[in-house]
């Protein structure tokens, strides 16, 4: 069977330019990557960490907010890491425009001023919004572990649905965050919601 998805429309803000080959990848990671039982938490982290390099390639974020033009894109765990070496492996010697990606293991929302990226462990839930509220109005890119965390501020939260693994957008809390999310990220989204931080 073929495949096919549907793109939202680009908008008249500034989006990337990305190589189709890679918009494709993602949108087949998107909607047709099963977290399988056998093996299940290995491969749906492998699928986490996928998601998250590409949200990297798929988010601009303001200029000011790194200290270069060739300062790294820090992704930031918090929490306990359920990762293992998944994600320091999907994000080896890769890039995003022009900023080398790393990975840093932290255990306070204080250590993730320089961040782009923080990804929060369900253990970290019962303080998951001290930990966003404490990043209110900065360029960083919280992601929740499940979809509870959209309720608490982040603006990404991953899901599971029908076994796949996918994410909800909360674009009221990008734009606090001055983040600009692609259309094509948008469009791949489970769900877009408007819920900025009160």
Request: proline share 6%; with cysteine; charged share 20%.
């Amino acid at each position: 069977m073929a495949l096919r998805m549907k793109l939202a429309q680009p908008t008249r803000q500034h989006q990337p330019t990305r190589p189709a080959w890679h918009v494709a990848l993602f949108c087949w990671l998107a909607l047709y990557w099963p977290a399988a039982e056998a093996d299940q938490h290995n491969l749906e982290y492998r699928v986490k960490a996928a998601f998250l390099y590409n949200f990297t390639r798929f988010v601009e974020w303001p200029p000011n907010a790194y200290a270069s033009a060739d300062a790294p894109l820090e992704i930031c765990i918090i929490g306990n890491d359920p990762f293992g070496r998944q994600l320091d492996q999907t994000v080896e010697g890769k890039s995003s425009n022009g900023h080398p990606l790393t990975i840093r293991r932290i255990r306070q929302s204080s250590d993730a001023d320089s961040c782009k990226l923080l990804f929060i462990s369900t253990s970290e839930q019962p303080r998951a919004r001290d930990v966003i509220y404490a990043l209110r109005g900065k360029p960083v890119l919280t992601v929740g572990d499940n979809s509870d965390f959209i309720s608490h501020g982040a603006i990404v939260s991953f899901l599971l649905v029908d076994g796949k693994v996918r994410f909800t957008i909360n674009q009221g809390a990008a734009e606090q965050a001055r983040l600009t999310i692609s259309s094509k990220l948008l469009g791949v989204a489970h769900s877009v919601v408007r819920e900025p931080l009160q």
